[in-house]
């Protein structure tokens, strides 16, 4: 996957991480990846790790709006990602799976739509306990028998 380039993203993810930022969290990594995993934005505070993903548009198309672009396969991805980063972080605090959608004007580039959806899913399984490294880390691992 690649890095954001267009403008409208470059703003909807600068935009995002203000919003993550005035609600007390520290943006850690913009365009985290790992292998083919991605998360647009990381955050965190003392006692959570929060995956974002921002959703960016010009326009509604209709009465859709950009956060409700998030469909189950992007969230699957989105936990897989997540649970690559713990992994890889080593990190034992909770985790939340935001989606952010923002609307930038693209005469202006003005913002002129924001939502934050917190904790917008949840993982199907659930942690056991955070320093178990075989028990916490199984989200969306399990394997098809045939």
Do not use: C
């Not at 409208?8 to 520290?26: D, N, R, V």
């Not at 672009?69 to 699957?76: F, L, R, S, T």
């Not at 942690?127 to 045939?146: D, E, N």
């Amino acid at each position: 996957m690649a890095f954001v380039t267009d403008p409208i993203g470059i703003k909807g993810e600068e935009e995002a991480a203000k919003m993550l930022e005035k609600k007390g969290y520290k943006v850690i990594e913009h365009n985290w990846h790992l292998g083919h995993w991605e998360i647009d934005l990381i955050a965190e505070n003392k006692e959570e790790v929060v995956f974002a993903e921002v959703k960016a548009r010009t326009t509604t198309y209709g009465d859709i709006r950009p956060e409700e672009y998030v469909d189950e396969n992007k969230k699957k991805r989105m936990i897989l990602s997540g649970n690559a980063f713990m992994r890889h972080s080593k990190s034992t605090k909770s985790l939340r799976f935001d989606i952010i959608g923002i609307l930038v004007d693209p005469a202006t580039m003005e913002v002129t739509y924001r939502a934050h959806l917190e904790n917008a899913f949840q993982p199907s399984t659930h942690v056991i306990t955070s320093g178990s490294h075989s028990a916490s880390w199984l989200w969306g691992h399990k394997k098809k028998r045939k």
